[in-house]
């Protein structure tokens, strides 16, 4: 995958730095495959959460895990979260 997609895996790295430089309070959340599906708000996620990378995830949990990380995860600012399942 990287030989095909390695401008985009260059530019995502560019940018997460950028955002992790900076003095802003952000939270990275990194997201298995996303797939159209119901949300079903069962997943996995976490600074050190393990997931399965080729797992689809409904577009709906990681909407969910967004607003987690935005409103009730303090512990998450400044941290990169795995979300998946």
């Known amino acids: 995958m990287r030989r095909i997609y390695w401008k985009p895996i260059e530019d995502k790295a560019i940018a997460e730095h950028a955002v992790i430089r900076s003095d802003l309070d952000w939270v990275i ?4 495959v996303l797939k159209y599906a119901d949300g079903t708000l069962k997943y996995t996620a976490g600074p050190s959460a ?3 990378p080729l797992r689809p995830l409904p ?6 895990c967004l607003v987690r990380a935005a409103k009730n995860e303090p512990a998450w ?3 990169i ?5």
């Open 77 to 79: 600012v400044r941290m």
């Open 59 to 64: 577009f709906a949990n990681c909407a969910d």
């Open 50 to 52: 393990r997931i399965s």
């Open 29 to 32: 959340v990194r997201a298995s």
């Open 81 to 85: 979260v795995n979300v998946g399942r």
